[in-house]
């Protein structure tokens, strides 16, 4: 197992200190070599450090730890991050997906939750460290990085995906789901014979096109149940769907 070396930023004593012996006690693994209490100290740190995890809380005292981020990101490579929280807000959640955040918790972190976080950081690690793709499942079903989990479709279940920077929304026949991977990646993952690039943010089941409207620049999916899903296509996008 590799040892990683950790910095906390955290604005109130008692999570920061709870934070740290739990860490000391679960994960003798992770060496904790700084604890921060202010937007300042932080990015000192950090940029001193360079550590492998951050464990960050969302708000410090008049700043947030994404402006933080944004920050730190025109210097160096962010490392994996783990966002620390009291409270459970859609807003806070999106904005952990936008950095690829390995986890988002809720203060007091619960121990198991924080084994989760970071097993999901050296899953993510031992992805990276190997060129070669997942390979799908004999289910024939691919694994794709969720926040809270792994979710695992095939050809016949994927609509469309559209990426966003370091994450994607994949549209599934039944529902859609956030994926914490750039579209490169998925697209690794399926068949390339059944999907199509229609741009650069854009992955289209090419089984499933069903209409392109040039005027409107969309095109329409129809799944074998007979549901309709109409994407905005760019002009280029148009090209490469009428050239499948």
Do not use: W
């Not at 990015?43 to 960050?56: E, Y």
């Amino acid at each position: 197992m590799k040892n990683y070396r950790a910095i906390i930023v955290e604005d109130e004593r008692l999570p920061r200190l709870s934070l740290l012996q739990k860490l000391e006690t679960y994960h003798p693994d992770i060496e904790v070599v700084d604890c921060c209490e202010s937007y300042e100290t932080a990015l000192t740190a950090i940029l001193r450090h360079r550590p492998d995890i951050l464990f960050l809380d969302i708000q410090l005292q008049g700043h947030t730890t994404l402006e933080l981020l944004h920050e730190l990101k025109e210097a160096i490579p962010l490392p994996h991050i783990i966002f620390t929280t009291a409270y459970s807000n859609s807003e806070y959640l999106l904005q952990a997906i936008r950095f690829a955040a390995a986890d988002y918790l809720l203060k007091p972190v619960d121990v198991s939750d924080l084994a989760k976080a970071i097993r999901r950081i050296e899953e993510r690690d031992a992805a990276t460290s190997s060129s070669v793709p997942q390979p799908q499942t004999q289910s024939g079903k691919a694994p794709f990085r969720t926040l809270n989990g792994t979710l695992y479709a095939g050809k016949d279940e994927v609509v469309y995906v559209r990426a966003n920077g370091n994450y994607s929304c994949i549209v599934l026949t039944e529902g859609e789901e956030i994926v914490l991977e750039r579209l490169g990646v998925i697209e690794s993952k399926l068949d390339k014979e059944h999907f199509i690039r229609a741009g650069r943010n854009l992955l289209l089941n090419r089984d499933l096109i069903y209409k392109v409207n040039h005027k409107h620049k969309c095109c329409i999916l129809r799944t074998p149940a007979g549901r309709e899903y109409r994407v905005e296509l760019s002009a280029g996008g148009v090209d490469a769907v009428e050239k499948r």
